[in-house]
């Protein structure tokens, strides 16, 4: 049959009979080369369309990403938020992932809140920003993603932290932390008010020497003995009045107050409670710290990613100036009330008017 078809094809060709299975034998080569071919290139074919749909999905969410970012203009949702956390989980998770805080030290502004948050920083599921970022206050209109980016990266598990004290005293600061998450653990140090307010001048004038005595910026009028409340070293103070902003949208069981001086008498009792506020295991303890001597404060035996003690710098633990005792006492005075109004919401006292 074979002889018959290349006759009957040389005939009406007329081509050369040779010619004719040499081409026939060249075809059939080809087609098994290509079934061949076919068989492995399939699969091959299948994988590489499986990578570029796996490449689009990603891309599709980092846009959105960068989509909401954009849309909002730094009016970042917990809603928005939901849409990034699919991306975020596919990120690599071996050096970690730039989270928003879940705990903030809000204040008080000479409190403090420096010595708690380095205290802090040695706990291995905490991870904090060193500066104070100001998001809440004066950078908020920069946005969250420009805040998670100021963020330590953390591993699951692990805390991500920072302290700016003047959220405790910013009207806007609670409603937009409510916004970020209305699960942030807030804490608080508190220092009994005269002392923190003659701290705080004593750091402006390290800045300004010339400013006016501590007691003439104190009263409206001396003679009268009317206070300046709108002075900001006395303002900050009225820890009262501030706690209320903050309880519109913070129950007082999210609210952790850590006493500025127990903080120096017995740090590792402080940092005992807050580690149990935020759901720490007890990892810090007195044998973290001893007592300079010279510096007059705990310091940590070892800081953070260290061997070497550690006390806080220069700037913590200025030498006051000498205040007039009339003007002090006039000063306890006036704080008296707004103390025990603050006891009495903590349900701790503090002991400032004793
Ligand atoms: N361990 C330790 N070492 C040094 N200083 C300590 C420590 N613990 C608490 N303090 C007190 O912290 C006060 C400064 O508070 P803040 O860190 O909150 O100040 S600031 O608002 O960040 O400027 C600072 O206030 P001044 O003494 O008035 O400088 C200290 O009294």
Redesign the pocket.
């Known amino acids: 049959h074979r002889r018959a078809f290349l006759m009957l094809m040389a005939r009406t060709t007329g081509a050369d009979v040779k010619h004719l299975v040499l081409f026939l034998f060249t075809c059939k080569e080809i087609m098994w080369l290509c079934y061949f071919i076919s068989l492995g290139a399939v699969p091959l074919l299948i994988k590489q369309e499986e990578r570029k749909n796996t490449e689009r999905k990603n891309s599709s969410l980092v846009a959105s990403e960068n989509w909401s970012e954009g849309f909002c203009d730094g009016k970042i949702t917990s809603v928005n938020l939901i849409t990034l956390q699919p991306n975020q989980s596919e990120m690599p998770e071996d050096d970690g992932t730039k989270r928003l805080p879940q705990a903030l030290i809000i204040g008080?502004?000479?409190?403090?809140?420096?010595?708690?948050l380095e205290?802090l920083r040695v706990h291995p599921d905490v991870r904090a920003v060193g500066a104070?970022p100001h998001f809440f206050d004066r950078n908020y209109q920069n946005g969250l993603q420009w805040y998670r980016d100021l963020m330590p990266k953390t591993l699951e598990g692990q805390i991500t932290m920072e302290?700016t004290?003047s959220y405790f005293v910013t009207r806007e600061a609670p409603a937009r932390i409510y916004a970020m998450s209305r699960e942030t653990k807030l804490i608080v140090?508190v220092?009994d008010p005269v002392?923190r307010a003659?701290?705080d001048y004593?750091?402006t004038l390290s800045k300004r020497p010339d400013i006016p005595s501590f007691e003439s910026l104190t009263f409206k009028n001396r003679t009268t003995g009317l206070i300046d409340t709108s002075w900001s070293a006395i303002q900050i103070g009225i820890y009262a009045k501030h706690l209320d902003n903050w309880l519109q949208y913070f129950p007082m069981s999210q609210i952790l107050f850590v006493s500025?001086e127990r903080?120096?008498s017995d740090?590792a009792g402080e940092l005992g409670r807050v580690q149990d506020f935020l759901g720490l295991k007890r990892i810090i303890t007195d044998k973290h710290f001893y007592f300079n001597q010279t510096?007059g404060?705990?310091?940590l035996k070892k800081a953070e990613g260290s061997s070497k003690p550690h006390?806080?710098g220069k700037?913590?633990?200025?030498t006051?100036p000498n205040i007039d005792p009339e003007v002090v006492q006039r000063l306890r005075d006036f704080y008296r009330p707004f103390n025990m109004k603050f006891y009495q919401m903590t349900g701790r006292v503090f002991g400032w008017d004793d």
């Open positions: 008080v502004k000479k409190g403090g809140t420096r010595a708690l205290f104070e302290k004290p140090v220092r002392t003659i701290s004593t750091q500025g903080l120096i740090p510096k404060f705990p310091c006390c806080l700037t913590k633990g200025r006051h």
